[in-house]
């Protein structure tokens, strides 16, 4: 019963809802925003006969090929699998942080602790969306190279629904997870950035400093500068992993591009991704914060229950 009475006070909560609501709308509006460089970096991780070039050119190269559609191929799937990851994560770490830091003060170790636990409940629920996302993405996508092209997997996904069901029809329920386990040690990107993030926002409580959308897209973007360039070389295992169903493991995957191409190649796509992923954290905590603080506002609800 007492157990119970905590899950209803603290967990399964509006101030719980308002945070998991806010940060989905706050990260599909930030991928909405800078998304055709999220392709970009998509390709550059995939393609391993693809040169790499500035963003600015690879950007003009897409245009030039594939037109503006080119641009946002595979958006919609990817905002539906977003909205969805984000909802998990935020409601799973302000959740958490509400049950266990009850009448406690916040610590950057505990913080850490529950985004790390947010991350994997996360990767367990939402991969097979991401597996499909990566696949869908790539469709009709234009390699530099015609022998690169033709062993492209050629994927044809009407929609992420129907790409969950043709994936586990052709490859099996194993396909589905085919990431799974970088992605779970890659919880410790939004991990270091959450805690980071926190950590930055009481200093500048603690130092008087008001929280505008200034201030929050700043702190945004240095957290996950952070925690990008910490965890780049397994982001990159991550995708390739996805779009190929790989077989080999983690580890494997990781000697064989440095031993075809260089320790560099870990770091392949590291500039388009870093402008890419602190651009868009960096929106999506601003949209965030400013979501948040409207909505309890409005409804006159406690956001430091959260």
């Not at 929280?211 to 952070?226: E, H, V």
């Not at 991550?238 to 080999?248: H, I, V």
Request: proline share 2%.
């Amino acid at each position: 019963m007492a157990v119970s009475k905590i899950l209803m006070d603290h967990l399964f909560t509006y101030e719980t809802l308002v945070h998991a609501v806010s940060g989905a709308a706050g990260a599909t509006v930030a991928m909405t925003v800078f998304y055709p460089l999220d392709t970009i970096r998509s390709r550059l991780q995939v393609e391993e006969g693809r040169q790499s070039k500035s963003t600015v050119e690879m950007l003009r190269d897409l245009m030039d090929s594939e037109g503006f559609e080119g641009m946002y191929c595979g958006l919609s799937p990817v905002l539906q699998s977003l909205w969805c990851s984000n909802f998990v994560y935020f409601y799973s770490f302000h959740g958490l942080r509400a049950v266990l830091s009850a009448g406690r003060k916040h610590s950057a170790g505990r913080d850490l602790m529950l985004a790390s636990v947010a991350g994997v409940i996360n990767v367990l629920l939402t991969t097979p969306m991401w597996v499909v996302n990566t696949r869908m993405k790539m469709q009709g996508a234009k390699s530099q190279h015609e022998a690169h092209q033709q062993a492209l997997p050629a994927y044809k996904y009407k929609n992420i629904v129907d790409g969950l069901v043709t994936l586990y029809r052709e490859e099996g329920a194993s396909a589905l997870w085919s990431s799974a386990l970088p992605s779970i040690i890659l919880v410790s990107n939004p991990s270091i950035q959450f805690m980071v993030y926190e950590a930055l926002k009481r200093r500048c409580e603690a130092l008087g400093i008001t929280l505008s959308a200034g201030t929050a897209f700043s702190i945004g973007a240095i957290s996950k500068c952070i925690a990008t360039v910490l965890t780049y070389p397994l982001q990159l295992v991550q995708s390739k992993m996805r779009y190929n169903n790989d077989k080999r493991s983690m580890f494997a995957v990781m000697v064989y591009i440095v031993r075809n191409f260089g320790a560099a190649g870990l770091f392949k796509g590291l500039e388009s991704k870093l402008l890419q992923t602190v651009l868009t954290a960096a929106l999506m905590f601003m949209a965030y914060e400013k979501i948040s603080s409207l909505v309890f506002k409005l409804m006159r609800l406690d956001k430091t229950k959260g």
